[in-house]
């Protein structure tokens, strides 16, 4: 922020991972509206001013932040992330370029991949799902799943690689207009609280949001079910068996969490908004349970 005002910049270029483009966000957000981060997470400051004209070109295959309207900044001290929504946040340009995602290690391709996948799932079965929006994330799921194995095995596969950015797109235009549930509820505290990458906590946490989900969803599993390539009564196994198949681990404690504080996890996922939006309530004893079984 101080060399861009130092600079007087008039746009900005956003290249990297989700987090290099919610930092630019964030940046234009600053440049032209003044305060502080904390004044737009916390004390709900309007964002007033048009931002500079954000450029971002995602080198990752996973947050779909270069096209949604939303920043999440970490704060440090209360060590919890908090988003910031407003239209002006939008980029006006995304740029994918598989080329620029090769030299992406196989576990980061897997675990931002699932990320993308985990909007896909969440946008789809959420309270918010709208028809246009079903077609981009029942597109970005089935050709995540084609695209992965091969992205994984193959990282120079530019046909992989940009396949998995287009479904990382697809799948972030679905998640921003239709929303998240509780995989990124449980995501949150975490990622906050235990340092664990946002992507891996998606990939280990969605089978277990998608069993508690499935209830609720019967009229979409058809098309759930088509699309991860499955019969309708496996799509859980048939989502734990192509977690298996990237490498990941399949639990929190495989992924070096042995054990966390579940009542206080439980209750900061409950709390938040992102639960409004699944297809059965987010209570704080469902998150208890779910975040006991992926121990």
Known sequence: LAQA?????????????????????????????????????????????????????????????EVSHVTVILDVQRRTKKGI???????VLAILD???????????????????????I???????????????????MACIRRALPQAVQQGHDLQARGDLLL?????????????????????????SHYRLHHGLAIAILLPFGL????????????????????????????LRRFLVSTGLPTSLSQAGVPE????????EAASLPLGRNNPRPVTVAACRQLFQAAL
Request: charged share 15%; net charge negative.
């Open 211 to 238: 069993e508690y989900n499935l209830e609720a969803i019967g009229s979409h599993l058809p098309q759930l079910a088509e699309a991860l390539g499955c019969p309708r009564s496996a799509v859980v196994p048939e």
């Open 98 to 120: 598989p080329a620029l995602t090769v030299s992406l290690p196989p576990r980061l391709t897997a675990a931002t991949a699932f990320d993308a996948l985990g909007h896909a």
């Open 167 to 191: 479904a990382s797109l697809w799948a972030g235009i679905a998640m921003d207009q239709a929303g998240l549930g509780i995989v990124h509820a449980l995501a949150g505290p975490l990622c």
């Open 122 to 140: 969440e946008a789809f079965a959420g309270k918010g799902a709208q028809a246009w929006t079903d077609l981009l994330a029942l597109g970005a």
């Open 260 to 267: 966390i504080d579940l009542e206080l996890c439980a209750q």
């Open 5 to 65: 005002r130092e600079g007087g910049c008039d746009s900005l270029v956003a290249l990297g991972g989700g987090s290099a483009i919610d930092v630019a966000k964030a940046i234009g957000l600053l440049l032209t509206n003044g305060g502080t981060i904390a004044d737009y997470q916390w004390r709900e400051r309007p964002i007033s001013s048009p931002l500079p004209p954000l450029i971002a070109i995602p080198t990752t295959a996973g947050t779909g932040s």
């Open 85 to 91: 929504v407003s239209p002006r946040l939008f980029p």
